[in-house]
């Protein structure tokens, strides 16, 4: 359904230039419009119109004059309201609550002039305000129009073009595999999110916080229960032992209440969605995501984490910051004891536990909560010595650490979703305490915080460095999904097994991709030996100097690498060319194993393709050998490579459908 949706727009932008035409100048218009500029994710916008020309759905120059011509509409119009409002745009929302957007584009004007409108449009604080401030001051329509025009010029190429390269990367992976152009717009798409959120939300409590902590102190004196505790923590002059021991049993015991009453009212783990997503992510997997996602993980694992911890401990009492030291204690207690008290009292069997019997697993997860911890109250430490309109890059840094090793984890199957979105609450919670109480400590002294965050990163690349070296191999190799080998004798194989064999390459959710046109039994060192004698050869290989040849428009095909494909998340496994019409075309077959066995000797049964591939530019950025699946091959093309062998040609699942069983 999804694929369908996506085919029909592509469908509709081929047939209707003129509407996308408008949709881009309108959207570039009201990006550079002041007020409006403010709320829509203008850079996002442009992004996806350059995505979508790197995959050949719209035209580059159409996309650039009118995304140009709508940003230097936009600004006019922008200009005009600086001019006939004046200072009364001071009393319109957003300006109205938070009259520092004004007073910084003011800033930048006086200090750039007209040049401020050339570049403030490259400028994120100020580029929805610039034009809108050059008319409230004054600047000439001729001086505005002539900066408006070039900077308009120069900004749609260099917002459209990144999107090209982006778009032109996808299109070249989703013929290698679907399910890894999925996975790069879901983490691109969760990074996008995370900055966001975090960006936005440590602006919006920093704003109120103070606000609150006042009021619910003034709120909590004098109640028996609450009082203690909010003066313990919110009190400089008092001490915040009492009270983050009694909010850390609290917490504690509000996890195991909830567990628990869930497990009564017939809510167990795994859920119906914690299954869901196991079995999605299980399809989106891919050997060269696998390999990636999991060193990933491992920056979570406690082998790099303990040490990274250990070595913020021993700066801090180096430098004799004894209250920092203090709470950092606190929060790798808190973690160290969770870990053992949940796996102890609330066991839970992971995905992965259940396919091969790994331990160590809890609810909520143990690596999410720590990996919070040690991160997110890293990140508070640092934050508290910055600037408060910077402190908010701590804090995404820290998520960037943190979002990725859950997602990892989830994408490996390690933990389900249900109990890594707990684990990150209740590490969340605790830094949000422990953050709180250590900002209001009396005798809190500042940091150096560059030195701290220079010492804790050389550990952790120095960790993470160690223990991939040292566990890289064997994590890839427990985390990889379990191949069921399926046996057959070669009489049930050639009269009826073959069926039960994929007919066609799946990508993503089963989405056909190709015809497998071969069946092999025998050893890969046979098939590659009869092919080279047939007159194929092995393709260049996918190096670095053949990929950097992609980027060269003079590369011929025969040194164009080829790109591997994926079978339901596995590589192909043997890849052999012929060359055809003088050099300029070249027949490619690929195998793959998909796990079947013959009971005599054992003999691997492979499936395989054949595709004609030709040389196709990219937007003249990329150059690369490109499948043409639906060719069909000469019959004679691999027929003297089984001369000798037992053959075998039956229909398939369509009467236009040739197998050819081949037997060593």
Not at 42 to 61: C, T
Not at 551 to 567: D, F, I, K, R, Y
Not at 624 to 645: C, E, N, Y
Request: positive net charge.
């Amino acid at each position: 359904m999804q694929s369908e949706f996506v085919t029909a727009m592509f469908d509709w932008i081929a047939a209707n230039p003129g509407w996308v035409s408008a949709v881009i100048f309108i959207s570039s218009a009201a990006e550079s419009l002041t007020i409006v500029g403010v709320i829509i994710p203008g850079a996002l916008i442009m992004f996806s119109f350059g995505a979508l020309i790197g995959l050949g759905h719209l035209d580059f120059w159409s996309a650039y004059w009118w995304s140009a011509s709508g940003a230097v509409l936009g600004d006019a119009i922008s200009f005009w309201i600086g001019r006939v409002f004046t200072q009364g745009i001071r009393r319109v929302w957003p300006f109205n609550k938070h009259p520092e957007m004004i007073a910084r584009s003011e800033d930048f004007f006086r200090k750039h002039g007209g040049k401020g409108v050339l570049f403030g449009r490259f400028f994120g604080p100020v580029r929805g305000t610039i034009p809108t401030v050059a008319g409230m001051m004054d600047m000439t329509w001729r001086d505005f129009m002539i900066a408006n025009v070039v900077s308009a010029i120069l900004w749609a190429p260099a917002y459209l073009i990144p999107g090209m390269a982006f778009g032109a990367s996808l299109d070249i992976a989703s013929r290698v595999a679907g399910r890894l152009v999925v996975l790069i717009l879901i983490v691109a798409v969760l990074l996008w999110v995370t900055i966001w959120l975090v960006k936005h939300l440590t602006r919006w409590f920093q704003a109120r916080a103070t606000g609150w902590m006042q009021t619910f102190y003034l709120w909590s004196q004098g109640r028996r229960w609450i009082g203690p505790i909010s003066a313990s923590l919110l009190d400089p002059k008092r001490g915040e032992l009492r009270g983050l021991a009694t909010l850390a049993v609290l917490l504690l015991g509000g996890v195991i209440l909830i567990t628990l009453s869930l497990s009564a009212a017939g809510h167990r783990l795994p859920s119906g969605l914690d299954q869901s997503l196991y079995h999605f992510f299980q399809d989106l997997r891919t050997s060269w995501a696998d390999a990636l996602m999991v060193f990933t993980a491992e920056l979570g694992d406690y082998q790099v984490t303990l040490p990274v911890s250990l070595t913020v401990l021993f700066w801090l009492l180096w430098r004799r910051k004894r209250v920092a030291a203090g709470h950092w204690l606190a929060a790798l207690g808190f973690g160290m004891a969770t870990n053992l008290f949940f796996k102890w009292l609330l066991p839970v069997s992971s995905p992965t536990e259940m396919s091969q019997g790994l331990t160590g697993y809890s609810f909520p997860s143990s690596h999410a909560t720590f990996s919070t911890l040690v991160f997110g109250f890293l990140a508070v430490l640092i934050a508290r010595e910055m600037k408060p309109h910077r402190r908010w890059i701590a804090y995404v840094a820290a998520a960037f650490m943190i979002v990725p090793i859950a997602f990892a984890r989830l994408y490996l199957g390690v933990h389900w979703l249900t109990d890594t979105l707990a684990g990150l609450c209740l590490g969340l919670i605790w830094v949000s305490v422990l953050g709180l109480a250590y900002s209001r400590h009396a005798g809190a002294i500042r940091l150096h915080w560059r030195w701290l965050l220079a010492y804790s990163a050389i550990a952790l690349l120095a960790t993470q460095i160690l223990h991939a070296s040292l566990h890289y191999r064997a994590d890839l190799e427990r985390y990889q999904p379990q191949p069921v080998l399926a046996v057959q004798t070669q009489a049930q194989w050639l009269r009826e097994g073959w069926r039960r064999l994929p007919a066609q390459r799946l990508d993503f959710r089963g989405i056909q991709r190709q015809d497998f046109v071969m069946q092999w039994a025998g050893t890969r060192a046979e098939l590659e030996k009869r092919l080279q004698a047939a007159g194929w050869e092995r393709p260049p290989p996918a190096d670095l100097r053949s990929l950097l040849l992609c980027l060269s428009p003079e590369a011929t095909l025969q040194e164009l690498p080829v790109l591997p494909q994926m079978h339901e998340g596995r590589e192909d496994d043997l890849q052999m060319v012929r060359y055809a019409d003088n050099g300029t075309a070249r027949w490619l077959v690929r195998f793959w194993d998909v796990g079947v066995r013959l009971q005599e000797g054992k003999r691997p049964v492979w499936v395989g393709s054949i595709s004609l591939q030709r040389r196709e530019p990219q937007m003249r950025l990329f150059n690369f050998a490109v499948d043409k699946p639906q060719t069909r091959a000469p019959d004679d093309l691999l027929a003297p490579a089984w001369q000798g062998l037992r053959t075998r040609t039956v229909s398939g699942r369509n009467p236009n459908e040739r197998i050819t069983l081949v037997v060593d």
